[in-house]
């Protein structure tokens, strides 16, 4: 399965436009490709954060002592991009900040909404600040999909008593009822219009936890050196609360450790969300390219399922990329890929 997997991503990497990693297309191209390929744009409304999770590297970077917003400017430059190209695929609020934490966040949920009416609007958040009133605003501006972490204190994430603590005040705060989903740290919130569901997050090696672009001190990664070809920077966007436009969501821009993982800055005026994608074309040819994987990629288990030896191959892709049957059935896959996606 693994091997048909494999062989599948190797295909689709040496399929791919020669134009996806090219630094001088222009405009029109850019849009084009990014409709195409773009499944997830990924923000944060603010940088804060009220919990400093041990896993996460808000435990040592700053999230709590001030709140910066994302400027009306800049969510707006970011809106009207998706909306000029009448953008159908996934709009997240997620990252290192916790999108309820500040008001602002529901008027612009309600914009983007207006703005966007064929995109996947999706919000990951702790539920801390979940409560009826706030479900009202989320089900008004008909949020696609809430995705919740229920976080139990450290050393107690599997402990029963915890859980039940817990469940029961989020669900006396929400007025929810969490059903399991098949298995006790999965829940269905029944009770809104909302697609709401929660976890219980217990993150381990054993488990999957990211070393977040090597923020993260993963003991048994230690020596861990990634292969696997990466197609983050193909289908995601990201861009911090600042403007900073990321690699990809297992990087931030408030860690100098990160500095060279800053791709674009949408704050600057005239810079576009199209720039910034057509400026990750040099990190995206390196990162489906076979060969060791460097800088913040090194130590990055996430997707790492990927292919090494037979990722994109610039005679290869040569090649197949004049086969117009060949990049047909690419970008069919692609299409395919895309729709499963937004299904998930
Ligand atoms: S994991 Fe989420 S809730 Fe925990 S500190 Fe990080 S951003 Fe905040
Ligand atoms: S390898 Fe990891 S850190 Fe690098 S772009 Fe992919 S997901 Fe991001």
């Not at 953008?87 to 966007?116: C, G, K, N, T, V």
């Not at 605003?137 to 817990?166: H, I, Q, T, V």
């Not at 219980?200 to 861990?224: D, F, K, Q, W």
Request: overall charge positive.
């Amino acid at each position: 399965m693994r091997v048909m997997r494999n062989l599948g991503k190797s295909f689709v990497a040496n399929t791919l436009p020669a134009d996806l990693f090219r630094a001088d297309i222009d405009d029109e191209t850019v849009r084009g490709l990014f409709r195409r390929y773009v499944r997830q744009v990924e923000i944060e409304n603010h940088n804060y954060c009220n919990r400093t999770c041990s896993f996460c590297p808000n435990a040592q970077l700053d999230r709590r002592s001030t709140t910066q917003l994302m400027t009306d400017e800049l969510f707006e430059k970011i809106l009207s991009a998706l909306e000029g190209i009448r953008y159908d695929q996934m709009f997240i609020w997620a990252r290192y900040h916790e999108p309820m934490a500040h008001p602002s966040f529901f008027d612009r949920l309600a914009e983007a909404r207006r703005r966007l009416p064929h995109a996947q609007l999706v919000v990951i958040s702790n539920g801390d600040y979940l409560d009826r009133a706030k479900l009202e605003l989320l089900e008004a501006s008909k949020l696609d999909r809430l995705w919740l972490n229920l976080y139990l204190p450290d050393g107690k994430e599997r402990d029963p008593g915890e859980l039940d603590r817990a469940l029961r005040q989020f669900q006396a705060r929400t007025g929810l009822v969490c059903v399991e989903d098949g298995s006790k740290w999965q829940y269905n919130c029944e009770g809104t219009t909302v697609c709401a569901t929660m976890g219980v997050p217990h993150y381990s090696y054993a488990t999957g936890i990211s070393t977040r672009g090597g923020l993260v001190t993963v003991p048994e990664l230690g020596a861990y050196q990634r292969r696997a070809a990466c197609f983050r920077p193909l289908h995601s966007v990201v861009v911090d609360f600042n403007g900073k436009g990321m690699l990809c969501c297992e990087v931030r821009s408030d860690a100098p450790e990160h500095a060279t993982a800053v791709i674009g800055d949408l704050s600057r005026p005239g810079y576009s969300l199209f720039d910034f994608y057509r400026d990750l074309a040099p990190a995206r040819l390196a990162l489906v390219s076979p060969g060791p994987k460097t800088g913040v990629c090194r130590t990055c288990t996430s997707v790492d399922g990927g292919p090494d030896r037979t990722a994109r191959r610039p005679a290869v892709a040569s090649v197949l990329g004049r086969i117009q049957p060949l990049t047909l059935v690419g970008e069919w896959g692609t299409k395919l890929e895309r729709a499963a996606h937004r299904r998930k």
